[in-house]
């Protein structure tokens, strides 16, 4: 149920690196291996390869992980989300040029901006829905009555007939997480916003297990990233996702035991 | 009034060139070149570099439109739309790496995802509002008697300290345009949906000029870039934008002329 989210920022590279661009591929594939055990996905984060032009990267990373660990799910976080013929170049992007399994989408533009990555079964699609920061309201909880972020979740109940959607929705609003899951039914979301956020993962479970106890992958990037700047930082990265992979399991048998 | 959408497809490249990637940084400076005569606007579209991995190229057309068309706006139209430090990466990846003076933002995640791009008063940001395509009432339109984009537009207003927003508005909800004009005062808006989505031209000067007659950035992709497959393609499109500003000037004056 990990999601270990690979978020470079050559500033924070531990010791052993040089703290530039020049290292990321390094820093995230020592990360990929430490943490391997305990993930079952990896999500780079577009931007911070996009800004020190490390698209190449980028590429090189996700090739890693496919062939040293071919069973994880590969995430892009990239936030797509355009129309007609610009949304297939997206998709292109995503799919055949970073071969990615699944790529984040941003809604706004509408359902026009989702299906073309929803067109190859084996490959899908994670639709921002709630996300998990301070001031998501203004927009996805308006109306009070009515929110966005549940049209969202209703439309894409109503997509998925390739069952190749997940929903991200934020370890920091766990009610509202709680409302996706009654209406979505067992599709996997994806939560951000466990650890330095300040998401409570019991909560999140609480909310968010689907009828098979499942359908959760929980996003941890820099309190795994990070976790040493030391010469130890695999092993810390290592611990630190052991850690929570131990938390989640054990909340979810404390939930199975209670019969929830 | 005119904004030239560099969005490159090799297929439907003009004979002169190679119909292949190696031919976009060819094919979008000739572009700008035969058009910078009646454009105030070029604004290359993200994706279709990205899917070719010709990011390279992205950075050096902005280049060559800078160097040799300073007096022109570059719009890097990548609908960018992150939080925290992952919006500072895009910040810098538009602003730094591309030199771009605007990109475009989806406000799905809130505020927060717009901010960073406002604080450099010679930078800014387009943000989505009502989109041009078919779909985009599904959110952008919902509620019915409060909707979304209204919401953006109201709370464009309350960002714009330093008067470096703009708003899209499709034009092919002339409608909604004459209510975002109504809402943001002499913001200016960039229209796309003129020509190949049917948008109509006299409508979107009816609706969308400011108070001073101004305050519109009108967009036009293929209809120029595409204007001929030939060997003349740039003398076609350098007349399509002639053509199309001769239209913005013609239905302008009249409206004036009619004390609109």
Chains 1, 2 share one sequence.
Not at 91 to 106: L, P
Not at 247 to 255: N, T
Request: proline letters at 6%; aromatic letters at 8%.
């Amino acid at each position: 149920m990990l999601c270990v989210g690979l978020d470079p920022i050559p500033a924070a590279f531990p010791t052993p690196l040089q703290p530039d661009a020049s290292s990321i591929y390094d820093f995230c594939c020592a990360i990929v291996d430490a943490t391997a055990a305990s993930a079952a996905a990896f999500k780079p984060q577009f931007a911070h390869f996009a800004a020190e032009g490390r698209e190449d990267d980028l590429a090189r990373i996700i090739k890693h992980i496919r062939t040293t660990h071919p069973d994880k799910l590969i995430i892009l976080d990239a936030k797509r989300g355009d129309i007609g013929s610009t949304a297939d170049f997206y998709v292109r992007e995503a799919f055949e040029r970073y071969d990615a399994d699944m790529v984040t989408i941003n809604p706004y533009m509408g359902p026009e901006s989702v299906r073309p990555f929803l067109n190859d079964p084996t490959r899908g699609a994670v639709v921002l829905c709630r996300t998990s920061n301070a001031d998501s309201d203004w927009l996805q909880q308006f109306p009070a009555d009515d929110p966005v972020f549940l049209r969202v979740a209703d439309a894409a109940v109503a997509w998925n007939h390739n069952n190749n959607i997940m929903l991200v929705a934020g370890a920091t609003y766990p009610a509202e997480l709680g409302d996706i899951r009654r209406r979505v039914g067992d599709m996997p979301l994806l939560v951000p916003g466990v650890g330095a956020q300040g998401g409570d993962l019991q909560q999140v479970l609480e909310a968010g297990l689907n009828s098979a106890s499942q359908g959760l992958l929980i996003n941890a990037s820099r309190s795994i990233l990070y976790a040493s700047s030391g010469e130890d930082f695999e092993q810390a990265a290592a611990l630190a996702a052991e850690v929570l992979t131990h938390q989640i399991r054990r909340y979810r048998s404390k939930l199975l035991h209670n019969g929830q």
